[in-house]
């Protein structure tokens, strides 16, 4: 007989995580009627001693902040991908008890871009320099073949997102946050701030603007995307890279591929509805 299988999604704070939701809708598209899908509120202290309670019967977790560095040093082995952010975001258990961490949030940016037409560009923007800002710049290493600005508020955020260019062999040019409606000149933004911060910035979109990636979802869409949108400009949103992210999740823990995108948006898109 079958051993039913365990996953879950792990950080804190935690009870806002769609991943449930998306993880779980998964599940039922494949007809894994025997997998069960949680969430945990786990800080980094007491990532070690959750690690310590995995069994054969867990297929692999879903981490998200503070946990992307911390759990690098539990693991028997990561991705090229994950190690070029040192962050990891998901981790599966093999059925010989070693434990293997990805980052499929880079990837995931790349399929919610190209699921918009957005194969390559010539320069692109980053708004802020926080850790999604380094996936996103990993993400442009593969999308874009000119220079990036990134436009931050301190000269050590700065430092770090050049710093993580030359890591990532991406040219990086910085720019102060004040004039961060430059960044609209370009072909592709990301924006990858908490919310409320591009809520000034949304009067500025220019007329004819070109893609904005924006990596909220929770609420939707923010005055920047719904600016963007009024203006004929393309938009993807934090639920396209959640979803797709998490479509590489479910086919990295269960071994099924195609991961059913479809139900597992339309499960995401609801849930959020009913907020």
Request: net charge negative; hydrophobic share 45%; with cysteine.
């Amino acid at each position: 007989m079958k051993m039913a299988k365990r996953a879950a999604v792990l950080g804190s704070p935690i009870a806002h995580s769609l991943s449930p939701v998306l993880h779980r809708a998964a599940y039922a598209e494949l007809g894994l009627t025997d997998w069960t899908y949680d969430r945990f509120e786990i800080d980094e202290d007491g990532l070690p001693a959750f690690f310590g309670t995995l069994d054969a019967s867990w297929a692999g977790l879903s981490l998200t902040m503070p946990l992307k560095r911390a759990v690098i040093p539990l693991l028997d082995e990561i991705s090229e991908t994950a190690r070029s952010v040192e962050a990891v975001n998901t981790v599966v258990l093999t059925d010989d008890g070693r434990r293997v961490g990805d980052n499929t949030d880079i990837p995931g940016m790349i399929a919610a871009l190209r699921e918009r037409g957005v194969e390559k560009v010539e320069t692109a923007a980053i708004l802020g320099a926080g850790a999604t800002a380094s996936s996103a710049l990993a993400a442009l290493a593969r999308v874009c073949s000119g220079p990036v600005t990134a436009y931050v508020r301190s000269e050590a955020r700065a430092d770090e997102m050049r710093g993580w260019g030359e890591h990532l062999g991406v040219e990086v040019r910085t720019a102060d946050w004040a004039d961060a409606v430059q960044a609209f000149d370009a072909p592709l933004v990301v924006a990858t701030t908490p919310a409320g911060s591009t809520d000034a910035l949304a009067p500025c979109v220019p007329e004819r603007p070109g893609t904005l990636f924006d990596v909220l979802y929770d609420p939707w869409p923010t005055p920047l995307a719904a600016a963007w949108s009024e203006s004929g400009g393309a938009v993807v949103g934090g639920l396209d890279l959640l979803v797709h992210q998490a479509v590489l999740q479910v086919e990295q823990m269960t071994g099924r591929s195609p991961a059913p995108l479809a139900a597992m948006r339309a499960a995401g898109e609801q849930a959020l509805a009913a907020r």
